[in-house]
């Protein structure tokens, strides 16, 4: 066990949903690591070497090794630091489930937030609409468990969590109002935000990455 948890260094930036996955999973099992900001428009050598396929982060690098994807990272942490807070259930077809979902916010829910903060007119209303449709159906596999993970906080509640830090930009852009449109998932981040302290203390503040899509926005000529 010592030795599995030497040389853990995580590339990553503040503002990445991504990363902050895989910083909630170091948290929960409680590995220690170093932690290295990324400067995503001036690439490090590193970061380049260690993800010459997609140069994105997050990047966990695992005595020397790389191990890149997000939910592949996650997986791989709940698999060798397997004697602490697993992260999935046992069950094959609940393992497939929570897979399945992660690659619906993977593949869905990412895209058309970016799409809220990003388009205009039509385009931007059919996102607006696209994104409440994921959120609620998200909310259907929730159903009335207290975590996705059933009792336990698991992966894809750590797939999914980041993105609330992003709820106060989608709710400025979308022109949404999450509480009203799905106040069961809603409940349950204000429950992982208050219970798991992997997430309180990962999770930036909402002000800071509103002010961040508002630079973000600028820089790309979207807004004067
Ligand atoms: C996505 C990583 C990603 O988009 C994962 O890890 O799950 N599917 C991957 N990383 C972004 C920052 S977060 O928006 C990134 O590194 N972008 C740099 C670039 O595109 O040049």
Redesign the pocket.
């Known amino acids: 066990m010592e030795k599995q948890q030497e040389e853990v260094i995580l590339l990553d ?1 503040w ?5 902050m ?2 910083r909630i999973a170091l948290a929960e099992k409680g590995i220690p690591y170093e932690y290295s900001e ?1 400067d ?2 001036n ?1 490090s050598q590193l ?1 380049l070497d260690m ?1 010459p396929v ?5 990047i966990l690098i695992h005595k020397g090794k790389p191990i ?6 996650v997986e791989y942490i709940d698999e060798v630091w397997n004697d602490k807070a697993p992260l999935f259930p046992s069950d094959s077809y609940a393992k497939a489930s929570a897979r399945f979902w992660a690659n619906f916010i ?1 593949t869905k829910l ?1 895209q058309i937030g ?1 799409n809220l903060c990003t388009l205009k007119g039509e385009e931007h209303e059919a996102s607006k609409n696209e994104f409440i449709d994921c959120l609620k159906l998200l909310e259907g596999e929730l159903g009335d468990k207290p975590y996705f993970g059933g009792d336990n906080f698991g992966y894809l509640d750590v797939s999914l969590i980041p993105f609330y830090s992003w709820f106060q930009a989608y709710e400025t852009y979308g022109k949404i109002d999450f509480e009203q449109e799905c106040p069961k998932l809603m409940n349950w981040a204000k429950r992982c935000i208050k219970n798991k302290e992997s997430v309180s203390n990962t999770l930036p503040d909402m002000q800071e990455i509103l002010a961040f899509v508002r630079r973000m926005r600028k820089i790309f000529g979207i807004d004067d």
């Open positions: 930036y503002a990445s949903m991504f990363g996955r895989v990324q995503l428009r690439k970061l993800n997609h140069k994105k982060i997050p890149c994807e997000s939910s592949i990272i993977d990412y970016r």
